[in-house]
């Protein structure tokens, strides 16, 4: 068992979490690719009782059996949660500190799956400081290139 911080965007939500293994899925529902702006959005499901808000979050109830955390400041998603005889919340791998160690193990909704995103490995790759456009508005802006 690990234990694992994550939060928002501008920081003022932030949680931990012990995670028990590196097991995460893909959620293609039309409700999850609404909530999130994704064609697809990850989760990695943890017991409630091993997750702890540092700081709370908002919730938005997202339909008549669930709401979701996010950070009204920022705007980040940071998971989904049933509103009755919750157990389990699923937290965005992405805003996990160190979303790294993460493994896809399922897709799940798979009724909305953009088939055209699943398999991406072959096109083209360009890292973000290869871009001379975005470099120079960040050199510009901070001195320094983001994390
Ligand atoms: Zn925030
Ligand atoms: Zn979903």
């Known amino acids: 068992m690990t234990s694992m911080t994550g939060g928002c965007q501008?920081?003022?939500?932030?949680?931990?979490?012990?995670?028990?293994d590196d097991d995460a899925y893909l959620?293609?529902?039309r409700m999850c690719q609404r909530a999130t702006?994704?064609?697809s959005i990850a989760y990695k499901n943890v017991p409630e009782e091993k997750l702890?808000?540092?700081s709370?979050?908002?919730w938005y109830q997202s339909s008549p059996i669930a709401h979701r955390p996010f950070c009204s400041q920022c705007g980040t998603p940071l998971g989904?949660?049933?509103?009755?005889d919750n157990q389990n919340v699923?937290?965005?791998v992405g805003s996990f500190d160190d979303p790294y160690r993460f493994k896809p193990t399922q897709h799940y909704a798979v009724e909305?799956?953009?088939?055209?995103?699943?398999?991406?490995?072959?096109?083209p790759r360009m890292r973000s400081d290869e871009n001379d456009n975005v470099s120079k508005r960040w050199m510009d802006a901070c001195g320094k290139l983001p994390d």
């Open 112 to 123: 909305s799956l953009h088939e055209a995103w699943i398999d991406t490995r072959d096109l």
């Open 90 to 92: 699923d937290l965005t």
């Open 10 to 20: 501008c920081g003022r939500v932030r949680y931990s979490a012990e995670i028990d």
């Open 37 to 39: 702006g994704g064609v």
């Open 27 to 29: 959620c293609h529902c």
């Open 56 to 58: 709370a979050p908002d």
């Open 80 to 84: 989904f949660a049933f509103l009755k």
């Open 52 to 54: 702890t808000w540092e």
